[in-house]
């Protein structure tokens, strides 16, 4: 059964029609410009969906620094207005003003991404590098070893760090492998083959670091990325330093992440129920382009096709045909083929498709179940990405703690406003998805992240089922605290330092894989 024969039937929502693209405006931080962001992983990144990020950010702050506090009103229970119905619009509010300063020029540096530091290097170094060392922080080396590669039929980091020295060019951006031939696949298969890529960690450094050295004759090249994937920091070659924007704090993080508006609870729920549509309408892209990618999904076989399995004659007979399935079906498929490389484009969250996936994915597909009306889709895709963010803002860009939790945790916030819940259903909704899976590992992008994520959406759905009941998991059990917002930072402590040892032990796992690789 495909993602459009289960929409063909009585009282099916229509598609979402009519979405373009908005240009940035004011761009509030680095970490604001890349937090929901469009990726074809794990190399290409058209700029629209961070434009769409930046925006967001700029929308919140303004309003943060212009408007008092309200308590918002109680919205009625989804009455099943079909989407092309429009709510009728919301009341006119004092315009906000725009966030101070002047509109951040994109350096060089913040066009690129970790993985086109194999491409500069090799342009630095002006010839085709004869051998290329590689120094990646534990968080990298994780989270990279397993990726699909796109148009290669190939996972891995040897592969990807061959074509983006041989092929890539550091200025297509975040797209460094579009002009990937034939003859570039093979060129690339037997440099690998050559074993003239060494791979190794780097301790002591970024959670986000990529260092690559390449070599040819008496020629070297260097280049280093650094805190974030668009941030080259360092270039030299022969000695020769073109570029050096190391700081002293060789992490960084905490300096570079204070700069961002810290968000709250009910900031985000606020944001999301009062702001104008107009001004928010530009989330409908993340619904637009990642349902593309679930229907791309579903017309080849990616990954283990679980999407497939579950839409399959066992999944419709022993797990049935309803809004629940159908959630598990749309986000499944779109991580199946992100995870096995396919060139389909996704809307990612905080720098990962796979959140971006689970926190759009879950609401949209219960949104056109429930026939909600357009500002319903519209403020409940707001605040599953928006409680992402501010979720992450706790736990980092990347740590042991798997981001399916975080976007699912997300995403069980708009599906409960979308069942009527109100602010206190949706802080139970959070406590009952943080006091149960919580702890879920990141093993780096692989095959089994689509496996994590329909998990993680599995027990949203039973999340807010319990919150809609009122029930939840009370602070007197577990690490739940009295609020939500206490809930969230106890996970983050979960998460670090509480996982550090965690994130250790998996990463000499695939160290011990890499040197047998190697062998």
């Not at 937090?35 to 303004?62: D, H, N, Q």
Request: a positive charge; aromatic letters at 4%; glycine letters at 10%.
């Amino acid at each position: 059964m495909s993602l459009n024969e289960k929409r063909i039937k009585p009282g099916a929502a229509k598609p979402i029609t009519g979405i373009k693209r908005q240009p940035a405006r004011n761009q509030i931080g680095k970490q604001a410009d890349q937090a929901l962001s469009t990726a074809r992983e794990p190399i290409s990144m058209p700029e629209g969906g961070a434009a769409a990020e930046a925006k967001l950010f700029e929308k919140v702050t303004a309003r943060k620094e212009s408007q008092p506090r309200k308590e918002p009103q109680q919205r009625k229970k989804s009455t099943g207005v079909k989407a092309k119905d429009a709510a009728k619009p919301a009341p006119k509010k004092k315009e906000e003003p725009k966030a101070a300063g002047k509109k951040k020029e994109k350096t060089e540096a913040e066009k690129k991404n970790n993985t086109q530091a194999a491409a500069k290097a090799a342009e630095v170094l002006g010839r085709k590098p004869e051998k290329i060392e590689v120094y990646l922080s534990a968080n990298i080396l994780k989270n990279a070893m397993g990726v699909g590669i796109p148009g290669t039929g190939m996972v891995g980091l040897p592969i990807a760090i061959a074509l983006g020295s041989i092929i890539g060019k550091s200025a297509y951006g975040l797209e460094v492998l579009k002009d990937l031939t034939p003859e570039g696949l093979k060129e690339g298969k037997e440099m690998v083959c050559k074993k003239c890529i060494g791979i190794d960690l780097k301790e002591n450094v970024d959670k986000l670091y990529i260092e690559i050295i390449s070599s040819a004759g008496n020629d070297r090249s260097r280049v280093i990325i650094c805190h974030e994937h668009t941030h080259i920091i360092y270039v030299e070659k022969n000695g020769e330093v073109l570029t050096d924007l190391r700081m002293a704090n060789a992490s960084g993080e905490e300096v570079c992440e204070n700069k961002d508006l810290r968000l709250s609870f009910s900031m985000v729920y606020e944001f999301a129920m009062e702001m104008p549509l107009d001004e928010i309408r530009f989330i409908l892209e993340t619904a637009e382009l990642n349902k593309k990618a679930a229907q791309a999904s579903m017309k080849g076989n990616y990954g283990h096709t679980v999407s497939k399995t579950v839409s399959g004659a066992f999944g419709r007979k022993f797990m049935g045909d309803s809004a629940y399935t159908h959630m598990l079906i749309m986000t499944s498929a779109a991580c199946d083929a992100r995870m096995d490389g396919a060139m389909i484009p996704v809307m990612s969250n905080s720098g990962s498709g796979n959140q971006g996936i689970a926190a759009t994915l879950p609401v949209l597909s219960f949104a056109e179940d429930i026939q909600c009306s357009e500002e319903q889709l519209i403020r409940a895709l707001m605040l599953s990405h928006l409680m992402v963010i501010y979720i992450k803002q706790s736990l980092g860009r990347l740590s042991a703690l798997c981001g399916c939790v975080v976007a699912a945790t997300g995403a069980s916030c708009a599906i409960t406003y979308l069942m009527g819940g109100n602010k206190a259903r949706i802080s139970y909704a959070i406590k009952n998805m943080i006091g149960n899976i919580t702890g879920m590992i990141c093993d780096g992008g692989n095959q089994g992240c689509t496996m994590k994520g329909i998990a993680a959406v599995d027990v949203a759905y039973q999340s807010v089922d319990f919150a809609m009941h009122g029930i939840y998991i009370q602070d007197v059990h577990g690490i739940n605290g009295n609020t939500a917002e206490e809930t969230m930072r106890n996970m983050g402590l979960i998460a670090s330092p509480g996982m550090v040892e965690t994130e250790g032990t998996i990463v000499k796992i695939f160290e011990d894989k890499l040197n047998f690789l190697s062998k």
